[in-house]
C-alpha cells in the first residue's frame, strides 16, 4: 500500500496488511465480533446496558398495546356493531343513530348498548352504555345481522 505521506515511509502501511484496515487486523464491525472458519458468519456480542425508564415505558406500553389486541381478537365475535370515531373504537350490540343538520354542520348523537370500548389504558373495558355527541364523522360497521346468532 502506498503511504499517505509522499516520501514519509513512517506513515506506511506492514506489508502483510488487509486493505481494509491499515493496522493488519481484522476490520471490527460494530456490535459483531468475527469466528475463524465459521461458515455461518460472524457472531453478534451485545454489551449489556441498563435499560432506561423511557424503555420500560415503551416495553410497558407495547406490552398493553399487545394485551388489547388480543382482548379485541377474543371480543369481536360477541357483538354485532363496530362503531368508529376518531377518538376511539367501540363494539357494541345494541345501537341508536340521531342525525340532526345544523346550518353550519353536522350533529350526530350515538347512544350504545352492551358496550366494549379500545382504550389500553381502562381497568375495564366493557360499558353497559355509551353516548356520543360529536360533529366529527362516524363509522358504523355491522359486524353480523340481527337474527345471527352469536359464534
Known amino acids: 500500500m502506498a503511504a499517505i505521506a509522499a516520501g514519509d515511509d513512517a506513515f506506511a502501511a506492514p506489508a502483510n496488511a488487509d486493505p481494509v484496515s491499515a ?3 481484522q476490520p471490527h464491525i460494530r456490535g459483531l465480533t468475527p469466528r475463524a472458519a465459521d461458515p455461518r458468519g460472524p457472531v453478534r456480542v451485545y454489551a449489556s446496558r441498563p435499560m432506561s425508564q423511557i424503555d420500560e415505558l415503551d416495553e410497558y406500553d407495547a406490552e398493553l398495546e399487545l394485551r388489547l389486541k388480543r382482548e379485541y381478537a377474543d371480543v369481536f ?3 354485532r356493531y363496530c362503531v368508529l370515531t376518531q ?3 367501540y363494539l357494541c350490540n345494541r345501537l341508536e ?3 340532526e343538520p345544523q ?3 353536522p350533529f350526530f348523537h350515538v347512544v350504545m348498548e352492551d358496550v366494549w370500548v379500545w382504550d389500553k389504558n381502562r ?3 366493557i360499558i353497559p352504555r355509551v353516548e356520543i ?3 366529527q364523522d362516524i363509522t ?3 359486524l353480523r345481522a340481527d337474527d345471527e346468532p352469536v359464534a
Open 140 to 142: 358504523v360497521e355491522v
Open 123 to 125: 381497568p375495564t373495558r
Open 77 to 79: 365475535p360477541l357483538f
Open 103 to 105: 346550518a353550519a354542520y
Open 133 to 135: 355527541h360529536t360533529t
Open 23 to 25: 493496522s493488519g487486523r
Open 97 to 99: 343513530r340521531q342525525y
Open 87 to 89: 377518538e376511539a373504537t
